[in-house]
């Protein structure tokens, strides 16, 4: 049984049969996330009508602009499938929101995390060291995921070294992503986690098309590799630390 520790399961290029697809590929967990209140209003509407689906509640870098106390009517009447806060962080390659409301965006929800007692989850591209920056200023969560890694060993042990679960994506099967299947081979059994990301980052042999939670295996059949153990052996490990990182039930 595979878990699918971070997609978007409302996005439209997904499919509206995705997660009955994934559960004929023998993925039947799935963690559907939040990027602005919207987003996370239909991610938290579709863990209603799923068993084995739970979802975040967020505010992507890239809608920073629209303030986190958008998220609070969702938080006030907590409902049971909301497991995470998140995806939130730092996205310096595109900008489109400026870098100080990204980073007070970002704040407040590793505050709003420790305040719920919910797991955190992260997103970074090309900010580092701001991104544990903030982490380290506001406290280091409790429990928190990168999710999508994109780094190499040395962002991976900074990380670790902080208590992040590392959430490897499609990104691991790629020709020339060296660095990240470095990260994967070092990352703790206990602190790795795989993803889809659907509807991004297909995985080889199905890169360029719409991702989905059914893919999941490919990943883990990558970074499997990168550690050199049997797929089955990811699949065992990434089903337990899901739970462990979102407090989901260990069956």
Known sequence: ???????????????????????????????????????????????????????????????ARHGVDSLRPLLEQRDEVVVAIGECGLDYYYDHSDRPTQRLAFAAQVRLAAETGLALVVHTRDAWDDTFA???????????????????????????????????????????AHDVRAAAALCPADRLLVETDSPYLAPVPHRGKPNRPAWVPYVGAAVAAARNV??????????????????????
């Open 1 to 63: 049984m595979w878990a699918d520790s971070h997609c978007h399961i409302d996005f439209e290029e997904v499919g509206q049969h995705a997660v009955e697809d994934a559960r004929r590929a023998g993925v039947t967990r799935m963690v559907t996330v939040g990027t602005d209140a919207a987003r996370s209003a239909a991610a938290v509407a579709t863990a209603r009508l799923h068993e084995g689906v739970w979802a975040t509640v967020g505010l992507h870098p890239h809608e």
């Open 134 to 176: 903030v982490i380290t200023g506001e406290g280091v969560p409790r429990r928190w995921v990168v999710h999508c890694f994109s780094g190499g060993p040395a962002e991976a042990e900074r990380a670790l070294e902080l208590g992040a679960y590392l959430s490897f994506s499609g990104i691991a099967s790629f020709k020339n």
């Open 230 to 251: 049997a797929p089955e052996v990811v699949e065992g490990q990434t089903w337990d630390n899901t739970a462990a990182v979102f407090g989901l039930p260990p069956w």
